[in-house]
């Protein structure tokens, strides 16, 4: 698995290591140093960049927010680019 992605997050959360990669984005693990909550962070590449890809994410952020199972992960956060291009 590759290892040259690079994860730009608030500063109260420390990557820990990459998990892995698929089509819709590239996955690392994290801990929120505020709270010493362990999380998963996805990075989505050029999510503008196509109409496709701006409703398949929010669908899946709303299918995450209101989806409550201890079997799945929950949203805690989103972070947006600071650049949108």
Known sequence: MATHYSFTVPSNYQVI???GKGSYGVVCS???EATNQRVAIKKIEDVFSHKTSVKRTLSEIRFLIRLKHQNIISV?????PKTFG
Do not use: V
């Not at 805690?76 to 947006?80: K, L, S, T, V, Y």
């Open 30 to 32: 994290a801990l929120n």
């Open 17 to 19: 290591k990459l998990l």
């Open 76 to 80: 805690c956060d989103i972070f947006a």
